[in-house]
Structures are given as structure tokens and as C-alpha cells.
């Protein structure tokens, strides 16, 4: 029987997959857990309707991430750190305090866990880059000044 996967079943397949069991495994495993569907013309062209609608929004959001990245690409970011004797810093500026400053200075909402970067322990410029889509990273200039 085939039968369309609503999940991933182990060793069976992944979700949206078309596959072939056994009649009495389909009834009796798959139908009863809400595992999966029969493929019938009504359930295949909701598969095709739900596959163009998923790679829509997709597509949607991988443009909206490089209209994203255009923006930042051009920005830069000041901020400010404590500084003693001789120009040495104290502590670092983490991606949490860089995810802060961007929404205030230019109004970015941005994830600290997306941004790759060392910690920042010294005055100058340094560059950030933020993964905005998995296809998708960005290059913010952070200016580090005296405080």
C-alpha cells in the first residue's frame, strides 16, 4: 500500500515522503498513530499544494534575509568599553552587548546566537559576522571607543 509520511518514521522514511508498506502495518502502525496517510488523488495533490507553498515561503524568507544583509552590509555599530591606564581594557564586548547596541543605534533585531565573533577586548574596529539564513551572512563593522 502507499501511503504518504505526516513524520518522520524510522526506517520507514521522512515526512511528505511517498513510500510502500504492508497493508497491515499501514493500518495498523501508521493510519493509528497519525503517522501517515493513504495516497489517494485527493491526499497527493494536497502534498503538491503544501511542497509549492513551503518553497513560496522559503523563497520569501531567503529574500528577505539579503534584503537584510544589503542593510547591514552598510552600517556600522559604536560601542563604548571602560578603559584604564595605558589603553587596557577591561572586560570584553560579548554578541549579547553588540545584539543590545543594534537595536538601539540602528534598529535591528538581531540574534546574539546567529553572530560569530571572538570576544571584543580591545579599542578599534572589528568585524562581526551574523548569519541571517543558511544561505545568508552578514559583515556588521563594530567600532570599539573609550568610554
Not at 7 to 12: I, R
Not at 49 to 66: I, S, V
Request: hydrophobic letters at 40%.
Amino acid at each position: 500500500m502507499k501511503v504518504i509520511l505526516l513524520e518522520d518514521v524510522k526506517s520507514v522514511g521522512k515526512k511528505d515522503e511517498i513510500v510502500e508498506v504492508n497493508n497491515g502495518y499501514a493500518r495498523n502502525v501508521l493510519f493509528r498513530k497519525k503517522q501517515a496517510v493513504e495516497a489517494t488523488k485527493a491526499a497527493l495533490n494536497d502534498l503538491k499544494l503544501r511542497k509549492a507553498h513551503d518553497a513560496k515561503l522559503a523563497k520569501e524568507a531567503l529574500e528577505d534575509a539579503k534584503k537584510l544583509a544589503e542593510e547591514i552590509e552598510g552600517k556600522q555599530l559604536v560601542v563604548q568599553m571602560k578603559v584604564g591606564n595605558g589603553g587596557r581594557t577591561f572586560g570584553s564586548i560579548s554578541t549579547k552587548e553588540i545584539a543590545t547596541e543594534a537595536k538601539k543605534q540602528l534598529g535591528f533585531e538581531l540574534d546574539k546566537k546567529k553572530m560569530h565573533c571572538e570576544p571584543i577586548k580591545n579599542l578599534g574596529f572589528h568585524d562581526v559576522a551574523i548569519r541571517l539564513h543558511p544561505q545568508v551572512t552578514a559583515t556588521l563593522r563594530v567600532k570599539v571607543e573609550e568610554k
